[in-house]
């Protein structure tokens, strides 16, 4: 049985109120802002019985209102890249914001990250709605967009809908920054990962995928069976992993299966992800300073934590080899993701 309640927490300037849903399971509680559909903490159980809350974030609203980072968020109208920020649907040229180097990244200078979505009560958890006009960030359509969680036992879980009056690209997904030893630990480099992917997409230096479709055999990117992200860390050509993996390929039929799994032996702490999306971006926060001061005080370095956002392959607008992201009219956009947070 799940528990739902909400609180006021704040007000945005010239936006409107903010409040905060609590969802409380008898292993694990969440809590969710109506800000950005924000997972700002889920606390949960380790080996020895001790709750910590593994969720990277804020204390109060501010740090979030003012957050370049995506901590929590729901993304999009488009998740992750699209390269030089344009794409051309139905033979008509779009131009977004270039907010990434030279690429629009998770849906804008004003993405979805930083609505206030409309919240209602459902059964074990609270549904998230928003609707984006046409023309929002320079896309096309007005989307009506929701986001329901809900906690059942050890589960979380994501669906994610859309529905658009013109053909638009649409990739959502979750940015929860995840330390499995508690949110204010220092790294990640004593977490177990594995991925359930047997290919990746190389990507250009300013984080486009190339095109290829590249097997993991025989490369760092080999995750399918679970590796120390420390010692794989050094492997990885680059600042660390922001790499799409890829769970299906292009044709497959929508299914949910198992992603990803994440095991901190310290404290025990296990986090399963399933998902029907064709991909997961794992980033292993490469970006993060130690300029950001985050809950309790905590600065927040690089590899302090990781994402494991399930989505569509980046640039998939541009690349036509790629699942297709493109919703029409009359059609609806639906995808699950189920975060579960066990112990060894």
Known sequence: MTEVSQQPWGEVSGVGSVDL???QSSQVQVEVLTLGAVIRSVCSRGKHGDMEDIVLGY???????????????????????IARGHFVVEGKE???????????????????????????????????????????????????????????????TAEYRARSTKTTPINLTNHSYFNLAGQAA?????????????????VDDTSIPTGEIRAVEGSPFDLRKPVLIGSRLKEVPGPGFDHNFCLSLPGDPW???????VCHPASGRVLEV?????????????????????????????????????????????????PDCLLRPGEEYRHITCFTFTTV
């Open 274 to 322: 399933s998902t029907s999306q064709p991909g997961v971006q794992f980033y292993t926060a490469n970006f993060l300073d130690g300029s950001i001061t985050g809950k309790g005080g905590t600065r927040y370095g690089k590899h302090s934590s990781f994402c494991l956002e399930t989505q569509n392959w980046p640039d998939a607008v541009n690349q036509t080899s790629f």
């Open 255 to 261: 299914m949910r299966k198992h992603a990803a799994r």
């Open 21 to 23: 849903w609590i969802l």
């Open 59 to 81: 204390d109060d609203l501010e740090g979030y209102v003012s957050d370049k980072r995506y901590f929590g968020a729901v993304v999009g109208r488009v998740a992750n890249r």
């Open 186 to 202: 220092a790294d990640i480099y004593d977490h177990e990962v594995s991925i359930n992917a047997q290919s990746y997409l190389p």
């Open 94 to 156: 779009y131009q977004l914001d270039i907010n990434n180097g030279p690429n629009a990244l998770h849906g804008g200078l004003r993405g979805f990250s930083k609505a206030i979505w409309l919240a209602t009560a459902v059964e074990g958890g609270v549904h998230l709605s928003l609707t984006s006009p046409d023309g929002d960030q320079g896309y096309p359509g007005e989307v009506q967009v929701s986001v329901t969680y809900t906690l059942q036992g050890e589960t979380l």
